[in-house]
């Protein structure tokens, strides 16, 4: 069976924001004008090791910013340098892998949703499941060199503060509105952490416990370690949300401590087509805040 090149673009418009390792392989492996470009997560050792063919290593702690609260969007320089090494287009589609099941590669997600590029995907299972499954990976040395760009890749892709200031509050709330949030509960909270954590036996922070009225669904709940860490079929991740006491009807906002766990629960909350946001600030903030004391609770997990 042949495949045009109409139809490979027309195949990427269908992809949903989680795609299977087979399905990637399957769509490198026939010729496209469009460029699809696999984004690396993992250790820079583990990459250089082995990792697909044409993917491109990213230190993923770049999608951070400095301390104290580095959970944070990065400044637009950052955000720009990160766009130029990837030699970002308009047309271009990313699709993101780790190896930890997917946080780093929720965080990435995140970040490009918030500076308003959104043709990114996220391999489901990451490099644990390409290589549990036996996929092809080459080593640095016999990596052929990406292709020259296509016309059709559009105009370059440079984010500025206007485009993050109408993109990132799609995805992202900040300290102030959270509380009011809180306050007036208006929102649901979805707490990724360990349960020590949340229960604030775990000392991460001046203040420790949980925002007021959270719910806890630790985001390693979210994957099945007997299926190379991908995420659960997706009744089974409604179910665990319901269970913790998430209403899939009503505004989410998740954090850990420093918006990296949740990465993973705000990838999930977008595949489920919840109405979901982050809080990048966090615990980091949250828990070191002097205005946050009245809205912090010790209880531990039901």
Not at 131 to 150: I, K, Q, R, W, Y
Not at 181 to 203: M, N, T, Y
Request: glycine share 8%.
């Amino acid at each position: 069976m042949t495949h045009s090149i109409s139809s490979q673009t027309s195949e990427l418009e269908h992809w949903s924001l989680l795609i299977q390792p087979q399905q990637l392989l399957d769509y490198m492996q026939r010729p496209t004008e469009t460029r699809v470009l696999v984004v690396d997560l993992s250790p820079k050792a583990t990459f250089e090791q082995q990792h697909v063919e044409g993917a491109m290593w990213l230190d993923p702690t770049r999608t951070k910013t400095h301390p104290p609260f580095n959970g944070k969007l990065p400044e637009i320089q950052q955000l720009q340098s990160i766009a130029a090494d990837l030699d970002l287009h308009h047309n271009d589609h990313l699709v993101v892998m780790d190896a930890e099941g997917g946080a780093w590669a929720g965080r990435f997600v995140w970040l490009m949703l918030s500076i308003g590029f959104s043709n990114v995907h996220v391999v489901d299972g990451g490099r644990i499941a390409w290589e549990g499954l036996g996929l092809p990976m080459v080593n640095t040395e016999s990596d052929p060199a990406a292709p020259p760009p296509a016309s059709v890749r559009g105009s370059v892709f440079l984010p500025d503060a206007s485009s993050v200031a109408a993109s990132a509050p799609a995805v992202s709330v900040d300290l102030s509105t959270l509380k009011e949030l809180v306050e007036g509960s208006q929102v649901q909270i979805w707490d990724a952490r360990s349960a020590e954590e949340f229960a604030g036996r775990r000392v991460t922070a001046k203040n420790n416990g949980h925002i007021k009225g959270a719910c806890h669904l630790e985001w390693t709940s979210l994957l099945d370690p007997r299926n190379h860490y991908r995420l659960r079929p997706d009744a089974d991740l409604s179910k665990l949300l319901t269970q913790a006491g998430l209403d899939p009807d009503r505004p989410i906002v998740t954090h850990c401590q420093t918006h990296h766990r949740s990465g993973l629960t705000f990838l999930v909350g977008r595949q489920l087509g919840l109405d979901i946001k982050a809080y990048p600030g966090s615990w980091s903030e949250w828990g070191n805040s002097d205005s946050t004391g009245h809205l912090i609770e010790q209880t531990g997990v039901a």
